[in-house]
């Protein structure tokens, strides 16, 4: 870049020179000749005056330095030439500054003479005996005058080339020098060049976002970590004991009357493995997006009450009453998912709940929204573990969580499906008395984003 802009000031310094020679050279090429033209016209008046006073005498030892002196009879016929044979030149009468004199008193012109072969300024005047005196010097063409003015016009040039080279070099150094001290970690200080500004603040952008992304990894190679490691202690707990009771039995060992409860023991276990198992599958296909799944127009209310009937029993048997109120509500997504999500609430609500509690779910259908709220009178969610309850694996309560048998998994399941339907999901909760999740689904998002 420094040789660039070196090479761009060298060429721009280099054009203007020319261009200035130029311009001085036509300015003082036309001074010269006005010039020229102004001391012929003064000569050609003292050389009418000698004549009018002294006649032929007047050319007698007259010497113009380089000036031709002719005098033209009234007729055209040239009398006395200084730089030729009088006797064999041709008439005169037709030449523009002899008419002209003869006319006005006063004439001139320019033009080619074949006499001298060379271009020349004529001034010519009337004498009183109605004779013509004419006057010519040589009219030099531009590069003659270049040419005399040559080597101080090569001097000038060359210390000017020297001197824009000199300043090109220092110049160009001087501007590429705040580039090279960009800070690339910190674009955006010290910005010598507001032109720069915008492509600076697009740098500093690209590196909060991967810094950004760069903490993202971090973290979510950090979930991946803990996921792993909670899937390994969350599946080893059921192994080992249907390992240890499955041992038992097949070694004899086992009594006939405790038989049935080992084989409950397993069976209880293995169930609670294949829960993990089907909510692991279950977070990884959210985790994709469900693209795969079927989009379709379905009713909230419908799904809700449908999760409610299959949780009847659950609800019984911890001695939580169970209802659901409100009104059909439609809206577009996938009903599978939206199932997890009422599912998932209502059945955490009635595994965190007390004795005699209650979970109360109910569906509004607003004019842009359609609003799903679970709310139970269990023990409540502290303050320091609010921000933490979606996490995977996260439990609250983790002595009650295994008593009661979760996974651990289904807020992070409710978490992905409402992000797939766009929908919003808000907590409130009062440790000892209750929590209350609401989860507002859109009724018109984009679909093709769903």
């Known amino acids: 870049m420094t040789k660039r802009i070196f090479q761009s000031i060298c060429v721009v310094a280099v054009t203007v020179l020319l261009a200035t020679l130029i311009l001085i050279m036509g300015v003082l090429y036309d001074y010269f000749s006005r010039v020229q033209s102004e001391q012929l016209s003064d000569q050609a008046d003292m050389a009418a005056k000698g004549m009018a006073g002294q006649g032929v005498d007047f050319f007698q030892g007259l010497d113009l330095d380089g000036c031709r002196i002719s005098w033209i009879a009234a007729d055209g016929r040239v009398l006395y030439d200084n730089m030729g044979d009088a006797e064999s030149m041709e008439n005169h009468l037709d030449r523009e500054e002899v008419r002209e004199a003869m006319e006005t008193g006063r004439g001139e012109s320019s033009r080619y003479s074949h006499t001298l072969t060379q271009k020349l300024s004529y001034q010519a005047r009337l004498l009183p005996d109605g004779t013509v005196i004419r006057l010519a010097v040589s009219k030099y063409p531009v590069w003659v005058l270049m040419m005399g003015v040559l080597q101080p016009v090569l001097v000038v040039a060359l210390l000017a080339v020297l001197l824009s080279l000199l300043l090109a070099s220092r110049l160009s150094a001087k501007l590429i020098k705040p580039l090279n001290e960009v800070d690339l970690t910190d674009p955006l200080k010290n910005v010598e060049y507001e032109e720069l500004r915008p492509l600076l603040s697009r740098i500093d952008s690209q590196h909060k976002q991967l810094k950004r992304d760069r903490e993202e990894l971090e973290k979510n190679e950090q979930i991946r970590r803990e996921f792993t490691a909670n899937v390994s202690h969350e599946m080893k707990t059921p192994l080992h004991s249907i390992s240890g009771y499955a041992e038992l039995l097949a070694n004899g060992i086992a009594r006939p009357e405790d038989v049935q409860n080992f084989s409950a023991k397993i069976y209880s276990e293995s169930q609670r493995m294949t829960s993990l198992v089907e909510d692991i599958i279950e977070l990884s296909h959210l985790d994709t997006g469900a693209a795969d799944m079927k989009r379709e127009e379905a009713d909230l209310y419908l799904i809700a009450r449908t999760a409610v009937d299959s949780l009847t029993m659950a ?24 199932y997890g999500i009422c599912y998932n609430l209502c059945d955490n609500a009635i595994k965190y709940n007390r004795k005699k509690g209650s979970v109360n779910v ?7 929204e359609a609003i799903l709220k679970v709310s139970d009178t269990g023990i409540g969610i502290p303050e320091e573990s609010r921000e933490r309850i979606f996490e995977r694996f996260y439990r ?14 289904g807020l992070s399941i409710v978490k992905h499906a409402a992000l797939i339907h766009h929908a919003k999901i808000e907590m409130e909760s009062v440790p000892g008395s209750g929590t209350s999740f609401t989860v507002r689904f859109p009724k018109n998002p984009e679909r093709k984003e769903l």
Do not use: C, F, M
Request: no cysteine; net charge neutral; proline share 2%.
């Open 315 to 338: 609800a019984k048997e911890a001695e939580v009453e169970l209802k659901i109120s409100g009104e059909s509500a439609k809206i577009y997504g996938v009903p599978q998912l939206i």
């Open 362 to 368: 109910s569906v509004k259908n607003g004019e842009d």
């Open 396 to 409: 609250v309560d983790k002595s009650r969580s295994k008593a009661v048998g979760g996974t651990g998994l």
